[in-house]
């Protein structure tokens, strides 16, 4: 790789990185309970049981760490998701994953009442899942297999049918309203570290899967015909690239509910700024999604004190302002 | 995209063989519309027979049956019918000018700044009991506000020289988050009695329709659709992109303001009446594509069609299956609709 040519590559995606780790760092001091950057490095290096050291330790650093990871995969999935659906308006939720995890989730409160987040995110992986395949293998019906047309179709409608079922079962029941509104507006407080390690390695494989199908991707994007032309398996490309959007983004949709805002929007700030190579626009992504969903926590905890507000809200609050000047600034053809 | 470009040609040549099948295509589901309406009309806690209904249309029946159907089923019926059908065209509409299958009048924020005027709407309007201090009325009006101020907002911000779709619809994408932000927090904030409310109307119900509703919905949405209508030629050419749109002589960008102010105008009317419903606005001219292929002057009236039953449908299946609870028709439209919109997808193997 020549190095001057990425010149200005590598320092975005340095200096980026420098501000997700700062971020984090801010992640964890900031909150209702303030505590100074001295405090949450002692709480690691000489754990003494005062209530701000457990606050830093079990609550803060997860909660950092889960933001950062969660908003990184939902990126991540964005960008394959476009990419994989040449559609600008794809997110993850095009496989019906975020409609799938959320009818998963209230089913089980109304029906089975259940009631703690670990089961919460156990049924959302599921239900991500379930809903993913039955998109996938809807848009890969017929002989000339899957179609970025006929998977954004499916995933439309599939995506509609779990919704609506979420709706039905939530009118129905306002019980249930009151228990998962704040989970289906995505969230990522009071997780503990155990949730987040638990789907660390499916995040890890994801991200190794989503980095292995950079270039593949890059080929894919010059069209069906050309790809297949230049010895491309493009049938395998797409299942490898929709196993990885599942897997990205359905454990954190597990973890966090359903955030849907990360996963459009960050692939498009991304791509003006760092370009259309997929090498270079997954990472970037990553961390861009990381750096809004950790600015976006660190908002909830402060915009309403000593509320708080769900992340989703304050994801779309702080990134829609960016990404409007973002889609002014570029676009300028149709 | 390739392929249905071809065949929009094709069908110019062979003008007599596609339209032959379209216009027995909307004639069925006029048919249907029709028998819906009546079955509609004659269904609920107390049934009325089809013949009775079509008695009661025509001046006759017992007092009974005249105070069920005229004034209870029939403008609710009819409100189902127009919400649907203006949705429907609307996404049609959009799609055609945006060129994208995923456009919706979701993505324009429409939907998202009814949601959000309504929402606000309960919160500002309810005293401390919960109770509205203002006529339940005025909840069309600000919805109706809340659409056309958001649609406003995003027309103005993807403004530069001219719209451009892409621009258009990511704007749009942004300013929906920001209301439906706005909404879940107003939500999450207000009472769970008040986010119940809020939750029904987002789902999208007529519920409650009146002869006052019809009164203004039917000549809005008449107009509207007959406008649309007429000008489908235009969107023909829209969809062949900007710059052969260009090329054959159409007043692009004009054009191009004409159909947002009238997907808008439509959508606001049909979130006044019928709340956000969703489904019907995207994928109601899918499943017409699929019927009649992609002329848009047999689209739009197919897509009306289709959007108007299908709100009828969900509506009929909502207020009479789970009797006596009432479940609003947005629960319902996708629930009819996806699946038959995925027999579609699989029959229908386009190559």
């Not at chain 2, 392929?3 to 003008?15: A, D, P």
């Not at chain 2, 990511?170 to 932000?181: D, E």
């Not at chain 2, 299908?310 to 947005?330: N, Q």
Request: glycine share 12%.
């Amino acid at each position: 790789m020549k190095i001057v040519q990425h010149i200005g590559k590598i320092v975005w995606l340095s200096v980026s990185t420098a501000a997700l780790v700062l971020l984090m760092g801010l992640s964890i001091v900031l909150g209702y309970t303030d505590t100074s950057i001295q405090t949450a490095i002692d709480a690691f290096t000489s754990f003494d049981g005062s209530n701000e050291h457990i606050i830093v330790q079990s609550i803060r650093l997860p909660r950092a760490l889960i933001a950062a990871s969660v908003g990184a995969c939902l990126a991540i999935a964005g960008v394959i998701a476009q990419s994989l659906t040449r559609n600008p308006l794809a997110s993850p939720g095009i496989l019906g994953i975020n409609a799938g995890a959320g009818f998963a989730v209230v089913t089980g409160v109304v029906i089975f009442h259940i009631t703690d987040l670990q089961t919460f995110a156990w049924m959302a992986f599921l239900g991500a899942t379930f809903a993913a395949i039955t998109v996938y293998t809807i848009g890969s019906y017929g002989r000339e297999g899957l179609t970025p047309m006929k998977l954004t179709l499916a995933g439309a409608a599939m995506a509609a049918l779990f919704a609506s079922g979420t709706q039905g079962l939530l009118v129905m029941n306002e019980a249930a309203l009151e228990q998962v509104l704040f989970w289906l507006a995505g969230s990522i407080a009071g997780r503990k570290l155990e949730m987040l390690t638990a789907v660390l390695p499916y995040m890890a494989v994801g991200f190794l899967l989503a980095l292995l199908l950079a270039s593949k991707l890059n080929v894919l994007m010059m069209g069906e015909d050309v790809a297949r032309g230049l010895g491309l398996k493009t049938g395998l490309v797409k299942l490898t690239a929709g196993v990885s959007i599942v897997i990205l983004a359905g454990s954190a949709v597990a973890i966090a509910g359903p955030i849907g805002f990360i996963g459009i929007v960050i692939p498009h700030i991304a791509r003006k700024i760092i370009g259309v190579d997929h090498r270079w626009l997954i990472p970037f992504s990553g961390v861009l999604g990381g750096i809004l969903l950790l600015a976006a926590d660190i908002g909830a905890r402060y915009a309403l004190m000593p509320q708080e507000v769900p992340v989703g809200v304050m994801t779309a609050v702080i990134g829609t302002p960016f990404f409007i000047y973002i889609a002014r600034k570029g676009f300028n053809h149709s | 995209m390739r392929k249905y470009k071809s065949l929009r040609i094709l069908g110019g040549r062979i003008s007599v063989l596609t339209e032959k099948k379209a216009a027995l295509t909307i004639t069925t589901l006029f048919l249907i519309m029709g028998a819906a309406i009546v079955a509609s009309t004659g269904l609920g806690d107390v049934k009325v027979s089809p013949m009775n209904v079509l008695n009661v249309f025509f001046g006759g029946g017992s007092d009974l049956e005249r105070l069920v159907v005229t004034e209870f089923r029939l403008p609710r019926t009819i409100v189902a019918v127009f919400v649907g059908m203006a949705l429907a065209a609307a996404g049609a509409v959009l799609q055609g000018m945006i060129r994208n299958p995923l456009a919706s009048p979701d993505i324009i924020g429409v939907t998202g700044g009814a949601g959000a005027a309504v929402v606000g709407f309960l919160a500002v309007f309810s005293n401390e009991s919960n109770a509205l201090t203002v006529s339940v009325n005025w909840i069309s009006l600000a919805a109706f506000l809340g659409a056309l101020l958001t649609a406003s907002i995003v027309y103005f911000l993807a403004y530069k020289d001219g719209i451009s779709p892409v621009r258009l619809v990511l704007i749009g994408i942004g300013v929906s988050a920001l209301m439906q932000a706005l909404t879940t927090f107003l939500m999450i904030m207000g009472p769970i009695h008040r986010a119940a409310q809020a939750n029904i109307w987002i789902t999208g119900s007529v519920n409650g329709s009146n002869w006052g509703n019809v009164q203004v919905l039917v000549p809005l949405v008449t107009v509207l659709l007959l406008t649309a209508f007429i000008t489908a030629s235009k969107l023909n050419i829209q969809e062949l992109g900007e710059q052969l749109a260009t090329g054959l002589g159409g007043r692009v960008q004009a054009q191009r303001l004409f159909m947002l102010v009238i997907s808008t105008a439509l959508v606001g009317a049909a979130v006044a009446f019928g709340g956000t419903m969703g489904f019907v606005g995207l994928m109601a001219p899918h499943m017409a594509r699929r019927l009649v292929g992609g002329t848009y002057g047999a689209l739009l009236p197919a897509a009306a069609l289709i959007g108007g039953l299908l709100v009828l449908f969900a509506d009929m299946i909502g207020r009479t299956l789970f009797l006596p609870l009432e479940v609003p028709a947005g629960v319902f439209t996708a629930t009819i609709g996806a699946p038959y919109f995925i027999y579609l997808l699989l029959k229908t193997r386009n190559s």
